[in-house]
């Protein structure tokens, strides 16, 4: 592969993952703002590493990873802040889409990052093992406990 910090290279990467990262940290974080600083804090991370990846699987797994990671950040930093009131009420309108995006967002990270891998991104239980670095069955699991949630989550809505 060729090296990073090349404009060609720099230019791919964006291209090709930034709205799936974009995507993947919106599932984490309440504001557009917060999951585009984690993409962005993403490929910075990327140029300052600069790690060397094995293939593009690889390099998807570690910005999939890396993104998790930096949304999960960015969400517990934001849950300990203080906020006066006013913007607390404006916080409070929520951005979120659908209701079943809204209760993918309530999960644990844990079964919230798998669900949106499969059904939002298409990828199969072992990409996914193979991107988180987790065993398949342990995806498996994952997968049916938080659809099992899911499933509890939108019957008490209703």
Known sequence: MVPFGTDETICRVVETYSSMLLRLASTRLDTAADAEDAVQETFLKLLTVRPVFRDAEHEKAWLIRTTLHRASDIRRLAERRNVPLEE????????????????????????????????????????????????????????????????QMLKEEV
């Open 88 to 151: 607390a009420a404006q916080a409070a309108a929520p951005e979120r889409g659908s209701d079943l995006l809204a209760a993918v967002r309530g999960l644990p990270e844990k079964y919230s990052a798998v669900i949106h891998l499969y059904y939002y991104e298409g990828y199969s239980i072992k990409e996914i093992a193979a991107m988180l670095g987790l065993p398949a069955p342990t995806v498996g699991t994952r997968l049916a406990r938080g659809r099992e949630r899911l499933r």
